[in-house]
Structure formats: C-alpha cells, structure tokens
C-alpha cells in the first residue's frame, strides 16, 4: 500500500486547510484509517481516525469539533477537513492504514502498519 498524502499550507489562525491522502496497491475499503500529525521534537500524535466499515470517526481531545476525517471508498482517499486553525496545529500530518491485527479503531502509531510522506501544516498567529 502507498499513500500520498497533499493538502497541506501555511494559513494563519483561524483559517482552514482540506488534507487529502490517497491510497494505492491494498484493500484500502477494508482498514481503518486515520491521522496523525508531528511537530518537532514532539512525539507523533494521534489526531483521528475513521471505521472502514460504517465510517465512525474518533478524534483527540485537542481537535475535537474542529477537525473532520471522512473516506471516499471509491476514491481510495481519506480526507481530513481542518477549521478554526490554532497555532498549536502546527505539525507535518500524516496519514497512515491501521494493521490487519489492529482491534477497533486504534489511536496508538504502533497499530498503523503503512504511513503516507507527511504534509506540513503551519498556522501562524
């Protein structure tokens, strides 16, 4: 499985960014998949993730009613829809499709088998 993932920018606060991550080469209708994201010298963060089977979403705290993670099966793209852009947002977003042995939806990087290349997103104040 590949992913490319694209969508990111330098906006200021605020302001909104659409991520996009396509996949090739897997079953990709059939995995969880989800975001994470990095800034540095921090560890990588869980943002969300989406059910591949009804397209529940969970989401951290620190985005919640922000952030919005849906799938276009067809496509073979998950997107990650970002509001009200803080400079906390700050980061290089990845997207990544969870394990096969991975139970539920899982919020750990270490259930998350492929990852994407990373997108920077900077928010400016």
């Known amino acids: 499985v590949q992913l490319q993932a694209s969508g990111g920018g330098s906006v200021q606060a605020g302001g909104y960014l659409r991520l996009s991550c396509a996949a090739a080469?897997?079953?990709?209708?059939?995995?969880?998949m989800a975001w994470f994201r990095q800034a540095p010298g921090k560890e990588r963060e869980f943002v969300g993730a989406i059910n591949w089977s009804d397209s529940t979403t969970v989401y951290a705290d620190s985005v919640k009613g922000r952030f919005t993670i849906s799938r276009d099966n067809a496509k073979n793209t998950v997107y990650l829809q970002m509001n009200s852009l803080e400079p906390e947002d700050t980061a290089a977003y990845y997207c990544?499709?969870?394990?096969?042995?991975?139970?539920?939806?899982?919020?750990?990087?270490?259930?998350?088998?492929?990852w994407g290349q990373g997108t920077q997103v900077t928010v400016s104040s």
């Open positions: 990544a499709v969870e394990k096969a042995t991975a139970r539920g939806t899982p919020r750990s990087p270490n259930e998350y088998a492929f």
């Open positions: 080469g897997g079953i990709f209708s059939r995995f969880d």
